[in-house]
Every structure is written in structure tokens, then in C-alpha cells.
């Protein structure tokens, strides 16, 4: 099981905390002189708690786009005003923050799971109707729309991928690895299509 993003804090303390802020941020509390082995170890041994948290502030978020009516641009969860930019001008954005942001994330994700995890390459690319796909090379894609939607999501997408690289179906054994892997993707899955409901496609 992969370790989530976090910020650390380092404080006069003598126990270990984890805070979820409601923009998603992981923080954890520590004590100055605790070896980060340890912090890590906590962190990893708390997982399906924070993913449960992350799940439920996506499906949250989601719910909020309800009352949103003005034209926005959805990046990560976020609406931001569409007006300062053309479209053309947030795709390109995007799209560099795809580049950036997808494959380190995927890449994070596999080395957590261990060397049979890394995919042989990790590709870009807009698609319609698949937000990921896995070849029998081991290539993984990735849709940049995905750019539109909050991290939990994302990372559902991610494991959903790495698992096809064992189980190439989704036969009874993939779900079983999944479930393994990413206890909490039931939710982050219903998030994801929900999200996905919401959001003007652009």
C-alpha cells in the first residue's frame, strides 16, 4: 500500500497527529526529534482512514458544483473563472499541468507498491471515453481531463491502471487486487463519476 502526499510539521510535541484540511492537504503533526522512518510508518499504517477522509472531501466538492452556474474552468476539484483565459489558453495550461502532475503521481504510486508496479512507460493523452487504459506491454495512458478532477480521483484512476498490469480483466481477481491496493475506491470510483456529471466538458 503506497504512502499518501503529506506536509510535515515538526513542532514541541510528543505524539504523532494527522489533520485533513478541507481543501484535501494531508498535514501530520510530529514530535522535533522523531525519525521520519517513523512518521512514515504512521502515516502508511493510517491509509485507509485518509483515504476515506479524501474520498469524502471529493464527494463533497462534487456536490458543491451543484450551485455553481457561471462558466468556470475545473482544475483539480477547483472552479476557477473561466474569463481570464481563453480556452485554448486553459487547455494549454493544462495540459503542462498533466505533464507535470500525472506521470510523477503515477510513477510515486507504483515505487510505493513495489518494482512490479512500474509501468513500462506512462503516457498523455485526451480521450473520450476511457479515463485510463493499460496495454499488454505494459504501457499505461492517462486521460488529461483528469486534470479536471480532485486528487482522490485521480489517484482511483492510477491504481486502477497498475492493477491491469496483473490482472488484465476485471474478472473477480482484479477486484481483489484493487480492494488490496486501494481499499477505499468504491467511493473514490462514485466520486469520480459523479464529478464527472457535473463538470461542462471542454
Known amino acids: 500500500m503506497s504512502c499518501p502526499e503529506y506536509a510535515l ?27 521520519t522512518t517513523e512518521i512514515h510508518a504512521f502515516v502508511v499504517s493510517r491509509q485507509a482512514w485518509i483515504n476515506k477522509h479524501l474520498a469524502e472531501i471529493a464527494a463533497r466538492r462534487c456536490e458543491e458544483t451543484e450551485n455553481v452556474t457561471e462558466d468556470v474552468w475545473w482544475h483539480l476539484g477547483e472552479a476557477l473563472p473561466l474569463h481570464i483565459r481563453s480556452e485554448l489558453q486553459w487547455q494549454q495550461w493544462q495540459r503542462e ?19 512490479r508496479w512500474i509501468p513500462t ?6 480521450m473520450r471515453s476511457r479515463w485510463g487504459s493499460c496495454s499488454l506491454k505494459g504501457d499505461i495512458t492517462l486521460n488529461t481531463l483528469l486534470m479536471h478532477m480532485p486528487m ?15 490482472e488484465f480483466h476485471h474478472g473477480p481477481a482484479f477486484y481483489a487486487l484493487q480492494s488490496h491496493v486501494n481499499p477505499d475506491w468504491p467511493s473514490q470510483k462514485k466520486a469520480l463519476t459523479a464529478f464527472a456529471g457535473r463538470i461542462k466538458p471542454l
Open 152 to 166: 482522490p480521483c485521480i489517484d482511483y484512476v492510477i491504481y486502477h491502471e497498475l492493477c491491469h498490469l496483473h
Open 9 to 35: 510539521i515538526r513542532s514541541a510535541r510528543r505524539t504523532l497527529a494527522i489533520q485533513i484540511r478541507r481543501d484535501g492537504l494531508v498535514q501530520v503533526r510530529a514530535p522535533l526529534r522523531m525519525p
Open 121 to 126: 512507460q506512462i503516457k498523455l493523452r485526451r
Open 97 to 115: 499541468q498533466a505533464l507535470e502532475l500525472l506521470p510523477a503521481r503515477c510513477m510515486a504510486i507504483a515505487k510505493a507498491l513495489g518494482p
